[in-house]
């Protein structure tokens, strides 16, 4: 009897711990996660990275001089420590972009078919594999030298930090190898998974000219570091990038949390911290900028304006007026985006056939032989856009024909003709803008002269994130040093010309 009770006791004291233990167990969570399912988590994570307009992530957007701050004017005068926007970038790209694409690749890798042939498995494999290549391109871009060979590994809790120019190279052999494995005439994610560019063969088609002009854009990147190299890359690609019509965009939902991030940093927010700037505005319509600002005069009106902003509200007749860059703007007395574009499932633009053609025109001009003049380049990329935003072809052969548009007397350098009007086309498209800056140094942007707080002029990288220097300090001191000083002054190494 005593035997008995000793082993019922202890079934019962076995029985109430595997209770315990089960109260431990989230009944909620997944309990098993889809290499779709974290790619396409992590493309939302990394599209909403590159098109928010939180002071917080991305401040492209002041710092390219399209928007003016109301109530907070630090963001458009430079200030990038108070947000702490290098700290919240680094976390937001290594932690739930490219950690995550590692791991849907992973997945894929080894989860079974289930129902799919072997070459679309092998083209979601590709489709992830672009797409880390273009989050690391946007790591470089944003600091230069970063962890790269070490990150993403819980071997290597202090990763050193690899060269910039050494990273950007091997980012184009992935690009590369990662082309090779598309077979065009499968599809690629399943329905559901992809919100670019679909789960279709010709989606895959459309992964296959964005890699291009992805590689297009990267070769011309370092044309001042590595002309060469340059050459090479921007020629091999140039044949297979978008063509006319063609427009990469994510495409949000009507309900939150999968909707449009602009929409929900200008309205879902409530606030009213944004303006257009007096830079745009004056550059798309006649009339007589300060001459610091004089980017491009014009005897008609940009038809782009009329979509890109609204008139003062309550103005008699419309009027469309910009903020002053740098300054606290009142929010009633300036023209603000037009609300077309603040919709929650509005798709937004990651890359299109205008900038293409504007990177084409580019590659003319430097000697690449990759097909076209750069007037004819030049003129599509102009009327793509136009007619993109809602203008009409005659409207857009009209604004060309102007004297100031005209690519035969438009500006005497190309760099200002090309980097002028890619300046007007890239609308809310904040680091597209940057890029395009950096490389062609126009338009010409200055630092707000009455407003300058932290650096005196645009910057033209993020310092690197503040956590580095207590958590990594030898290999961010090494970085630093290497790189001539951690200071948005400090020019990644593709950026040799900036005036």
């Not at 082309?179 to 989606?203: C, H, R, S, V």
């Amino acid at each position: 009897m005593k035997k008995l009770l000793i082993f019922i006791s202890v079934l019962v004291a076995f029985s109430a711990c595997t209770k315990l233990e089960d109260l431990n167990v989230n009944t909620k969570d997944f309990a098993l996660v889809s290499g779709e399912s974290l790619y396409n988590g992590a493309t939302r994570q990394f599209i909403n990275q590159l098109s928010t307009e939180d002071v917080n992530l991305n401040v492209t957007l002041m710092w390219m001089q399209h928007l003016a701050n109301t109530t907070y004017p630090q963001e458009s005068q430079y200030d990038m420590t108070t947000r702490g926007i290098p700290n919240a970038t680094s976390n937001n790209m290594y932690r739930l972009v490219l950690n995550n694409y590692k791991e849907a690749a992973r997945l894929l890798q080894t989860q079974p078919l289930a129902g799919i042939s072997q070459a679309q498995r092998d083209n979601q494999l590709a489709i992830v594999e672009i797409m880390t290549v273009f989050a690391w391109s946007y790591i470089v871009e944003n600091f230069g030298d970063m962890p790269y060979t070490q990150a993403l590994d819980y071997k290597f809790p202090s990763p050193v930090y690899d060269d910039g120019l050494t990273i950007y190279k091997d980012l184009i052999s992935r690009l590369n190898s990662a082309m090779g494995k598309l077979t065009l005439t499968e599809a690629g994610m399943p329905a559901g998974y992809d919100n670019i560019f679909g789960g279709t063969a010709q989606g895959t088609a459309k992964w296959y000219r964005f890699a291009n002009t992805l590689k297009l854009r990267m070769g011309l990147m370092l044309y001042d570091v590595d002309a060469g190299y340059s050459r090479t890359i921007a020629e091999a690609a140039a044949p297979k990038v978008f063509a006319e019509g063609d427009v990469m965009t994510m495409n949000y939902l009507s309900a939150s949390p999968n909707q449009n991030q602009q929409y929900v940093d200008f309205v879902q927010t409530g606030r009213d911290d944004y303006v257009i700037t007096s830079n745009i505005i004056d550059a798309m319509q006649p009339t007589t900028p300060a001459p610091q600002y004089s980017i491009l005069s014009v005897t008609i009106t940009d038809p782009r304006l009329a979509f890109y902003a609204i008139p003062v509200v309550g103005s008699n007749p419309p009027v469309y007026l910009g903020g002053v860059q740098g300054a606290s703007n009142a929010y009633q007395s300036f023209s603000h985006v037009n609300p077309i574009h603040l919709v929650a499932n509005r798709p937004w633009i990651i890359m299109d056939y205008t900038e293409a053609e504007f990177l084409l025109a580019e590659a003319v001009e430097r000697g690449f032989s990759v097909g076209g003049t750069a007037e004819v380049h030049y003129n599509n990329a102009v009327r793509s856009s136009i007619v993109y935003w809602g203008g009409t072809t005659s409207q857009a052969n009209e604004y060309l024909s102007q004297p100031s548009v005209a690519y035969a007397t438009a500006f005497s350098d190309w760099k200002q003709k090309i980097g002028t009007q890619a300046w007007l086309a890239y609308w809310l498209r904040g680091n597209t803008l940057w890029n395009s800056y950096r490389r062609l140094d126009y338009p010409r942007l200055y630092a707000p002269t009455a407003y300058k707080q932290q650096i005196n002029k645009v910057p033209v990288r993020l310092f690197y994130p503040v956590g580095e220097q207590t958590l990594n300090a030898a290999n961010y001191q090494a970085a630093s040093a290497k790189i001539g000083g951690d200071s948005p002054l400090t020019r990644i190494f593709f950026d040799k010309n900036l005036y």
